[in-house]
């Protein structure tokens, strides 16, 4: 059952124009609208990669189906899209993507930059190496994105990783991979990756996701969000479930970069594919 949103906030940076809203929970949720200026896909992507980076253990926010009503976007003046035409456009009423919003509305407890020092001492820091076997299994053609919260009495930060929208290639459901797409800005978060133990758990737990994990999540986004084509959905699933055999080979490439991403990195460490995999051999031919 959705979440019915009951007051709009604010706008949030950003090129979906999302919209700081509250819940009937109680909770403030970061809401993007099937006609954001991006494409009505990208909320089928926030939720699926959200919910598969949940699945493998990273920090990502809560999310969830949010219901935006027509009363609340008529009453609401700033509830228009700004910069798309003369006349603004108003947000479509309906059901749309909401992600919980990091921390709390206090200043300095949620930040999107750290200077070097702070970035260093994030306590989940190893994370963004877990985060890595997502953004490239779900092939992210955007820059990773994070934020950093600090709760009270805490001297430490933690990230949590947002802005799932331009997996599976945005609105194009594809897999134009690159060595230098969905990776952190910051070399810094990738420093202390010695060789593929520093990836585990996350990487194993991509690898041998179970088929019934990831359609079962899929089955929660509504048919809205990609115009009910269900084809399209069911492609999309199985190319991304035979490319969990790939993922090492996506992130190699990564490695062996010009960014010299992890410059501590064991030259003698080799890659190990799951057992499961070792009989797939037509793969290689498959048009990503």
């Given at each position: 059952?959705?979440?019915?949103?009951?007051?709009?906030i604010?706008?949030?940076?950003?090129?979906?124009?999302?919209?700081?809203?509250?819940?009937s929970?109680?909770?403030?949720?970061?809401?993007?609208?099937?006609?954001?200026?991006?494409h009505?896909?990208?909320?089928?992507?926030?939720?699926?990669?959200?919910?598969?980076?949940?699945?493998?253990?990273?920090?990502?926010?809560?999310?969830?189906?949010?219901?935006?009503?027509?009363?609340?976007?008529?009453?609401?003046?700033?509830?228009?899209?700004?910069?798309?035409?003369?006349?603004?456009?108003?947000?479509?009423?309906?059901?749309?993507?909401?992600?919980?919003?990091?921390?709390?509305?206090?200043?300095?407890?949620?930040?999107?930059?750290?200077?070097?020092?702070?970035?260093?001492?994030?306590?989940?820091?190893?994370?963004?190496a877990?985060?890595?076997?997502?953004?490239?299994?779900?092939?992210?053609?955007?820059?990773?994105?994070?934020?950093?919260?600090?709760?009270?009495?805490?001297?430490?930060?933690?990230?949590?990783?947002?802005d799932?929208?331009?997996?599976?290639?945005?609105?194009?459901?594809?897999?134009?991979?690159?060595?230098?797409?969905?990776?952190?800005?910051?070399?810094?978060?990738?420093?202390?990756?010695?060789?593929?133990?520093?990836?585990?758990?996350?990487?194993?737990?991509?690898?041998?996701?179970?088929?019934?994990?990831?359609?079962?999540?899929?089955?929660?986004?509504?048919?809205?969000?990609?115009?009910?084509?269900?084809?399209?959905?069911?492609?999309?699933?199985?190319?991304?479930?035979?490319?969990?055999?790939?993922?090492?080979?996506?992130?190699a490439?990564?490695?062996?970069?010009?960014?010299?991403?992890?410059p501590?990195?064991?030259?003698?460490?080799?890659?190990t594919?799951?057992?499961?995999?070792?009989?797939?051999?037509?793969?290689?031919?498959?048009?990503?």
């Amino acid at each position: 059952m959705a979440v019915l949103a009951v007051q709009a906030i604010r706008r949030m940076r950003g090129g979906a124009q999302s919209q700081l809203m509250l819940g009937s929970d109680s909770r403030l949720w970061v809401v993007k609208f099937q006609n954001n200026p991006q494409h009505l896909r990208v909320l089928a992507n926030e939720f699926l990669a959200s919910r598969l980076a949940a699945a493998v253990g990273l920090s990502v926010p809560h999310t969830d189906v949010v219901e935006v009503t027509d009363w609340l976007i008529a009453n609401t003046p700033t509830m228009r899209f700004s910069g798309l035409s003369e006349e603004a456009q108003p947000y479509r009423a309906g059901l749309q993507f909401g992600s919980q919003f990091v921390g709390g509305l206090m200043p300095g407890q949620v930040l999107d930059y750290l200077p070097e020092p702070q970035l260093e001492d994030v306590r989940n820091l190893n994370e963004f190496a877990g985060m890595l076997c997502i953004d490239k299994w779900t092939g992210n053609s955007n820059g990773r994105q994070a934020v950093f919260e600090r709760r009270p009495r805490e001297r430490r930060y933690r990230a949590s990783f947002i802005d799932q929208g331009f997996c599976f290639n945005a609105g194009e459901w594809s897999f134009a991979d690159a060595p230098l797409r969905g990776v952190y800005q910051r070399n810094l978060v990738y420093r202390k990756v010695t060789g593929w133990k520093a990836l585990e758990p996350w990487l194993s737990r991509v690898e041998t996701m179970q088929p019934e994990t990831v359609w079962s999540i899929a089955e929660q986004v509504p048919p809205e969000w990609y115009a009910g084509d269900q084809g399209a959905l069911e492609l999309l699933l199985e190319q991304l479930l035979l490319r969990r055999s790939r993922v090492r080979e996506l992130i190699a490439a990564f490695r062996d970069s010009s960014r010299n991403p992890f410059p501590l990195w064991n030259e003698g460490a080799t890659v190990t594919v799951p057992a499961q995999f070792a009989a797939i051999n037509g793969s290689e031919g498959f048009v990503m």
